[in-house]
């Protein structure tokens, strides 16, 4: 009696739980009436009062205007020492602190972040720098996204640094 009392409290309640499950499934609630509104019959909300328009993204220049681009930002200390910041907020992780490409998160790419201080790099002008940055190979496109573009010339000015003092060693 005991064994029928446990087989029937294991078998029973499952059963049960299938029967109500294919009973709603079934003959449940339907959805008989979907609403459908056209776009011309559509009132947009009004915008909230304190809402901002966003601004898209700067445009990436194409490769022939990135090689006519030129950095407006002298190398002046001010600039440099400010390139030096942004370089440290945005780059160092990947890169490292001397642009050789040995950085903390860069050392697990595949391929690895380009060495900044490379003849390679140093041939670039200052437009393809900028779209290297934006454009380049692996990790790197998320930089569009990420820096701003206020600060793309910066970085721009600290890379040439370092390809200048990796070519002169």
Known sequence: MKKKLLIGAIVI?????????????????????????????MIMPQRPADSVTATPPARIPSPAEAAQLKNPLPPTPQNLAAARVYYLCYCVFCHGDSGAGDGPVGESYIPRPADLRSARVAGYRDGQIVRAMLTGVGHEPVLERVVPPEYRWYLALHVRSLSAAGTSR
């Not at 739980?17 to 294919?22: D, I, M, P, T, V």
């Not at 079934?26 to 979907?34: A, F």
């Open 13 to 41: 309640p499952p059963l049960l739980f299938g029967a109500l499950f294919l009973f709603v499934l079934y003959e449940g609630p339907r959805m008989t009436v979907q609403h459908h509104l056209r776009e011309f019959q």
